[in-house]
C-alpha cells in the first residue's frame, strides 16, 4: 500500500478508532480493516503511539509510520546550552531539558528530525513557529529565546516549562468549575493576545496547554498559526497554502466547521477549538460525534458557564465571540461570581442530560440567543461592579475644569455607601474621560456599569448631567440632571449625593446600607478641596495642592476627604518630591485622621499600612490589610494591598497570587503597576512588564522596564530604556552621578570607566528613604555594573530595615557574581530569618487564609 495514497483512509479510520474503547474499538478495526493486515498493523502501530497521535495527523503518513530512531544528545553542548536530558520524543523531532550557562536557567531546546529538516516546506513552518512565537510576548504564551542549528538540524529554545499537559490532567478526569473557569480565562487570554496581533492559532486542544504547579497555563505551539484573512497580504496567504499533500493542518476533533471545509480562518475559529475544551474539562468528554452532531450537553453546568460554551460553539461563526479578549471576559466575569459564591466542587458522574433539547437548538441557531436573553445573576451577597468616568466640561471654561474629576469624586464616594458595589477607583477610570464610549470604557474595565456625565455654565447656573450605561446590554438605566449657582458648590454637592442616594443606587438594584459622612462643609474649605483637583502629583504642583488642602483642614478638620487626598500627596511629596521622612509622618498623620472621621475610607487604609510595610512594621501591616481583605473581598485594592505587605515579607508566591486577584478584579488600575517587584523576584519576566504597562509611558515604568530587562539578558533593550528616561527623575532618589555610571555600564564599559561608587554614595542611597525595598534594586544595579561591596551594603541595610524579600538573592540572576562571597552566607541567613519571623506571625493569626 503507497502510504501517501492511502493516508486519507488510513487518518479516517485512526480518527474514528480513537473516538472508541475496548471492544468497540476492536469491532470496528475488525470491520474497517477487513482482511487487510499491512492496514491493521499500521493502524496498531498508530495507536500505540495514542498519547502523541493528536500532534502526527498532521503530518504525512509516510513519515510517522516507521519510528524516528535518534542518538541521544544529553551532556553536549550547544552553544550557550548544555544538554541535561531528553524528556521527549516523537517523529517530528526531540526535546531535551537543558541549561543555558549564561542566565543560569532551564530552558527546552526543540529539535526538528533530520528527515524533516530535509524538507523545505517542515523547515519552512518550523522557522514560521519560532517567528511567530516570539513576537508574542504573554505571560501565557511560551516564551521563545533563541534558535538555531546543530549539525544541519534546526532548534527552538523555549522556557522550559515544569507541569503537566490539559491531555493527562484530563486522563483524571473532569474538573472542577472553578478550574474550568480558571484555565479557560487563561487560554482565552492568550489567543486574545495573538488576535490583536492579527494571527490564529488553528490548533487549540489539550495536548498544546501547558499546567504549571503554581496554577498558571501556557499556550505551546504556534507552529501553526498564520496571519487573519483580514490582515495577511496576498503574497502570504499564497505561501501558507502551499502545504504538503497528505497534510491536515490543526486536529479534527478540535476543529471549527469552517476549518474543517478548508475556508479562510479569523480568530473565531480559535473561539470554537477553546469551546470544545472548555466543555471537555467540564465534562471529562467531547461534546459532538464524528458526525458533527451534538450527542452530551449537560445540565449539571451552572447557566453561567454553558452560556460561555454554546456562544463559542455556534455553528455561524458570526454568532460566535468575535475573538480571545471576549471570550476571556466573561469567563474573568464567572470567575469573579464563582469566587464570591466559594464554588468549585468537582462534578460526579450521575447527571443529567439535555441532549435532545440542546441538540435541536443548537441546531436551529437559537440557543445562544435563547440564553443571552435570560439574564443570569448572582446571589445577594456578590458585588456588583461599577465605574465612575470624569465628567465632560461641554461649557468649554477652563476654569471648571477642576469639576471633571471632582464631580466624579463625589459620585464614587456616594456608590461607595453602598457594600454590594465594587466601586473602580478613579485612578483606574480617569484616562476614560472626555465623551468617550462609556460601554468601550466599561468592557475596558471590566465592569457592569458605568457612570458618567456632563456639566455646561449657562450664566451664573451649572447644570449637571449624570447618567448610568448598562454595558451588556449597552442601555440607559437612569439619568437625572440638577442645577444650581456655580458659586454654590455645597448646595450642588447635597443635591448630586441625594439624587444618587434616592435614584441611582436603586436604579442599579441596590441601596446605601449606611449614611455617609452627612457633615455640614465649610463652603470655603470645600472650595478649597474641590481646586485641589486641577493639579498634578508632578512635585511642584503637588506641593501647591498640599497647601491648598492643608487650609481646607485647617478650616474644616471634621470632614474626612481633605485628609484623605492628603494622605497621599504627602505620600507622593515623600517619595518623589523631596519631602523625606517628614512628608512620610505627615501621610500617616492625615490617613489616621481620615479613618477616625469615618472608617470605611478604603484609600486611606490602604495608604496607612503601605506606610507601616515600608517603615518595617510587617506585622502590623499584615493584620490592617488582612482585615481589609476580608471587609471588602471584591476590592482590587485591598487584595493589593495584602500583596504588598506578603512581598515586603518575602512571601513572594503569595504575593504573586494576591496581584492577580488585584488585577482580576480592577484590571487598568496603575496602583498595582509594583506587583512587578514580587514577579521579577521569581523569575516570571514576562509577566512583570504586564504589571508594569498599567503605569504607561512613565519615568517609573522606564526604569522598572530597564530592571527586568537586565535580568532577561536584554543589556541593548535595558539600556534603550535608560537612555529615554530623564536624568534628573533619580535626584534625591540616588547619587548625582548615578545616571552617568549606568549609561556607561549599559554600553558595555569595564567598571574602571563606568565611575565611582564611594562611601559617600553609599549614604546617599541609605538616607534618600525609609523604604528598604529600593535598596534591594540599586544593589542589583551596582553588581550589575561589577560594584559588589557597595551592594553588600546596601543588601545588609535593607535586611536590617525588614525587607525580608532579600531571600530572592539566591535565584536573582543579577546577584549570582555576589554568591561566593563571604558576606553571601551571612545575607542569606539574615534574610530567611527575616522571613521565618514574618511567616510565622502569618500562620498564627487566627484567619491566615484571605476571603476571595
Known sequence: M?????????????????????ADREAYLAEACGTDVVLRARIDRLLASAPRVGTFLETPAALILEPAVFGDLSGRAVDSYRLVSRVGAGAMGEVYLAHDTKLDRPVALKFLSPAFAADHDRLRRFHHEARTASSLNHPHIVVVHDFGELDGRPYIVTEFIEGETLRHRLQQGPLPERDVVEIGAQIAGALAAAHARGLVHRDIKPENIMLRPDGYVKVLDFGLAKLGAATRSPGQADAEARTQPGTVLGTPRYMSPEQARGLDLDARSDVWSLGVVLYEMATGRLPFAEDGALI?????????LLEIICRALETIRELRYPGGAELAADLKDVQRQT???GAGTSRGPGRRAWAALLAIALAAGVLALLLRNTRVTGPSGVQKSVAVLPFDNVSGDPSLDHLRLALADEVATALNWSPSLAVRPLATSRKFGGGGNPQQAGRDLRVGNVVTGHFSLHQSELRVTVEAVDVDGNRLLWRDAITGHRDDSIALRDRLTSRIRDGLLPALGTASARAGDDRPWNAEAYALYLKSFALSTDPVPNREAISILERASTIDPHQADPWVVLARRYYDDGHYGGGGSNALRKSETAARQALAIDPNRTAATVRLFSLQ????????????????????????????????????????????RECEHAVSRDPANPMFRSCVQPLMLLGRHDRALDFV???GDSEWART????????????????????????????????????????????????????QVTDEDVKVFLSAREDPEPLYFWAGDLVYCGYTAPAVALLRESVRRNYCAVAAIEIDPLFAPIRNSAEYGELLAAARACRNRFHEHVRASQNTTPVR
Request: aromatic residues 8%.
Open 704 to 755: 522598572l522596564t530597564r530592571v527586568v530587562y537586565q535580568r532577561m539578558g536584554r543589556r541593548d533593550d535595558a539600556r534603550v530604556q535608560h537612555d529615554q528616561m530623564t536624568p534628573a527623575y533619580f535626584r534625591g532618589l540616588a547619587p548625582d552621578s548615578y545616571y552617568g555610571l549606568m549609561t556607561r555600564c549599559l554600553a558595555g564599559a569595564a567598571p574602571a570607566r563606568q565611575g
Open 296 to 304: 452530551a450537553f449537560d445540565s449539571g453546568l451552572r447557566p453561567e
Open 693 to 695: 504597562r498599567l503605569d
Open 339 to 341: 469566587a464570591s459564591r
Open 2 to 22: 503507497n502510504t501517501l495514497d492511502d493516508w486519507p483512509r488510513v487518518k479516517a479510520i485512526l480518527e474514528a478508532a480513537l473516538e472508541r474503547d475496548g
Open 613 to 656: 510595610v515600608e517603615a518595617g512594621r510587617l506585622q502590623d501591616g499584615y493584620d490592617n490589610a488582612l482585615k481589609l481583605v476580608q471587609q471588602r473581598p471584591e476590592s482590587g485594592e485591598a487584595h493589593y494591598a495584602l500583596s504588598y505587605v506578603l512581598r515586603y515579607g518575602g512571601l513572594l508566591e503569595e504575593s504573586t
